[in-house]
């Protein structure tokens, strides 16, 4: 009878532990099965969200300050990071701003590389280039930059070299096109623009140069100054 209740108890025991054992296994496999899953995410978001908090606290130090006087400590405290963090991401203060143009610049450059589809008219794609321009560049800090690269550039050629390389010669290339593609469709009739595609674009320098300095006193519609301009390579809209 004793040794009857000693093996059912044992037997018990032996079943407990089981159980124990099942539930930790099953509990380090969903935690390490978790941590594969998610940790690795976790870290990358964390990473990039750090990326864009520094990005955006160098746009901001650099349009208050100019390249020469922004301090990586000052951009590191404005981003809620330690500085060291920045170093992580980029090697210096060169390459934050260089990245700066990279991301706030370059893609809005870049779609003036592609050519209108068939029978697609190079005007309405300039006026609606001009319209994003303005309200993408001109009226935000992004103009900034711009007006950092014409106050600052002869001081840091490094930095008018790379805005040259990555926005100015860009955005020439995709405007000549452009303006080659109109003057086949006939809708250009000077083809001498296409040796000088800087007038197309010198209205857009005017607005940001313009809104930076004297947009307080004398704010410019520069939408409208576009299209003006636009007429006088185009020829005047007739009303419909």
Do not use: C
């Not at 209108?116 to 321009?133: C, D, K, M, N």
């Not at 008018?160 to 809708?187: C, N, P, Q, T």
């Amino acid at each position: 009878m004793k040794a009857a209740k000693t093996k059912r108890r044992n037997a018990a025991t032996a079943n407990s532990a089981k159980g124990r054992s099942a539930t930790s296994t099953v509990g380090a496999t969903t935690s390490s099965q978790t941590g594969r899953a998610a940790n690795p995410p976790n870290r990358a978001a964390r990473a990039a969200q750090r990326r864009a908090a520094i990005i955006a606290a160098g746009l901001d130090e650099f349009t208050a300050r100019g390249f020469a006087a922004t301090r990586l400590d000052d951009v590191a405290k404005r981003a809620g990071v330690a500085k060291g963090t920045i170093y992580l991401h980029f090697k210096d203060k060169e390459a934050l701003f260089q990245e700066l143009v990279r991301t706030a610049l370059v893609p809005l450059i870049g779609n003036l590389m592609t050519v209108p589809a068939a029978g697609g008219s190079v005007r309405e794609i300039l006026e609606r280039f001009a319209e994003t321009f303005v309200r993408d560049v001109a009226e935000t800090k992004r103009g900034d930059i711009v007006r950092l690269i014409m106050a600052e550039g002869t001081r840091f050629p490094s930095l008018a070299d790379f805005y040259f390389r990555e926005v100015v010669s860009r955005g020439l290339a995709g405007m000549r096109k452009l303006i080659e593609y109109g003057i086949e469709r006939g809708e250009i009739r000077n083809a001498r623009l296409a040796d000088f595609p800087q007038i197309v674009i010198a209205p857009a320098m005017v607005a940001v140069m313009w809104q930076g300095l004297f947009g307080r006193h004398a704010p410019l519609d520069a939408v409208a100054m576009l299209k003006v301009h636009l007429d006088l390579i185009f020829g005047e809209r007739r009303a419909s």
